[in-house]
């Protein structure tokens, strides 16, 4: 369960404040992804990466961005946070090839902007 | 894109009872479908998964069906314990991607 850590796992920011949600693994899988979870709303995808050339925008990408420094490494940014984007933010990757693959989930980041 | 709905919302059921959940999904061509469990306060961790040429699955107390021509797919929990309380993710991945589209939720409460 440790092959896929998010920091920090809590973080209270300001309105206005730029912040960086950061996930690694050890899987050496190639597909990563950034999710957010609402009550209510299930997960929703934000960005993906399907190698470190390879950024693709989810369904929800306003007011977000991600950064893919390497493999192991997927960073989901706010540039600026808004109340709205207070929500369990949770990094996942799989498997390249085939269909079967489902995803594991990083442990998670509470972010709650003030 | 993929669209995924998933009922109930919300299930109670009695200890040593059985639990479904169903969920639909939109796009015809969708080929994989996981389920995931989320404890309280942890992550969600994958528990059965159906491909499309699938009719059925079965893993202990757990089963996933799936019914391409109505385009939909269920979880059959049997026997449940109060371990089982969670909240119960579906999801869909549509063909030629890797994404997943994932239901609401289900948060199942069972009852000793």
């Known amino acids: 369960d440790a092959d896929v850590t998010q920091t920090p796992r809590n973080r209270i920011t300001k309105t206005g404040k730029r912040i960086m949600l950061e996930c690694s693994q050890t899987?050496?899988?190639?597909?990563m992804y950034w999710y957010r979870q609402d009550p209510g709303l299930g997960l929703r995808l934000i960005y993906y990466?399907?190698?470190?050339?390879?950024?693709n925008k989810g369904e929800i990408s306003d007011g977000y961005s991600v950064s893919r420094q390497a493999q192991a490494k997927f960073s989901l940014s706010l540039e600026s946070a808004i109340p709205n984007q207070t929500a369990l933010y949770f990094c996942?990757?799989?498997?390249?090839?085939?269909?079967?693959?489902?995803?594991?989930f990083g442990s998670g980041t509470r972010l709650t902007v003030v | 894109g993929e669209n995924v709905e998933q009922h109930p919302s919300t299930l109670s059921v009695q200890e040593g009872d059985s639990a479904v959940i169903k969920c639909t999904y939109s796009?015809?061509?969708?080929?994989?479908f996981p389920w995931y469990k989320q404890e309280l306060g942890k992550r969600p961790q994958l528990i059965i998964d159906?491909?499309?040429?699938?009719g059925e699955k079965k893993d202990q107390r757990i089963a996933v069906t799936l019914n391409k021509t109505a385009k939909h797919f269920s979880l059959h929990i049997t026997e449940t314990q109060p371990e089982d309380s969670a909240v119960y993710f579906c999801?869909?991945?549509?063909?030629?991607?890797?994404?997943?589209?994932f239901g609401k939720g289900t948060k199942l409460s069972v009852i000793p």
């Open positions: 796009d015809s061509a969708s080929n994989y």
């Open positions: 899987k050496g899988h190639d597909r």
């Open positions: 999801a869909a991945r549509g063909a030629g991607s890797y994404q997943l589209t």
């Open positions: 159906i491909r499309s040429n699938v």
């Open positions: 996942a990757t799989s498997e390249g090839t085939g269909i079967g693959y489902g995803y594991t």
């Open positions: 990466s399907f190698d470190v050339k390879d950024i």
